[in-house]
């Protein structure tokens, strides 16, 4: 029996066989689907989803969306961790617990989408490793982990998406109510970066860094490293290892 996954309004669940891929799927429904669809692959060892957004704003400045998704995934993972576990984020797409690699997000976009007006539609997907599906144990390959070898217990793949649905809509209501800086200040605390840099986020989501001793900016661009997600490892169909 598939495990029912409970999701807050306004979100529409598509349920999607393991051979599937949600991100793919998502932005090829996401014009007749609308906003709030969210396709969901229902793995033993990942936690793989993909919500269609569709902002009102210019393409340029609402893949800022993808900083409040992050936001939402990292709170979902929050939820269920044991005290004390780390949960961060490598910029800009990468999640790590206590140094391990899970997992991460990742944005899309129509191709023939313009800088400077609303695109029909975002889609953010993530992928989250649940189990661990080799035999090492955890501490071996300290690059990489999963959520049963960092003590999450039996939390797995609806839990995760049913806690990423709600946190997104607390990270929008933040943005609207008190604006993106609010939701900037939460992504950047989470950063793995030390604190070594002041940070910020630009209007058009690049990440601004300025060193310790330093008078230049650096400047990373962020619609470009969406374009190739850091965590995942296209052969694999899934994070790295």
Sequence with gaps: MLEPVELPPPFTLVRLRESRDAFADA?????????????????????????????????????????AAMVALTDALRAYAPPNK???IDWPDAVRIDGGLVGGGRLGWPSSAREDEPPRWLVFGAMIRTVAMTDA????????????????????????????????????????ADGFDAVAREFLGRLTDGPQASRSIAD??????????????????????????????????????
């Design 137 to 176: 144990e955890a501490g071996v390959h300290p690059l990489a982990s999963a959520l049963d070898q960092e003590g999450f217990g039996e939390t797995g793949a609806a839990q995760i998406t049913e806690s990423f649905a709600r946190h997104l809509m607390r990270a929008t209501e933040t943005w609207q």
């Design 86 to 88: 780390e949960v961060a």
């Design 204 to 241: 058009n989501g690049d990440l601004l860094l300025r060193r310790v001793a330093a008078d230049a900016i650096e400047r990373r661009d962020l619609q470009k490293c969406l374009r190739s997600p850091s965590w995942l490892d296209p052969k694999l169909g899934g994070p790295r290892r």
């Design 27 to 67: 932005i090829g429904i996401a014009d007749e689907s609308g906003a709030g669809t969210l396709t969901y692959v229902g793995r033993f060892d990942l936690a793989e989803f993909a919500v269609v957004l569709q902002p009102a704003e210019p393409l340029r400045t609402a893949r800022r969306a993808f900083y």
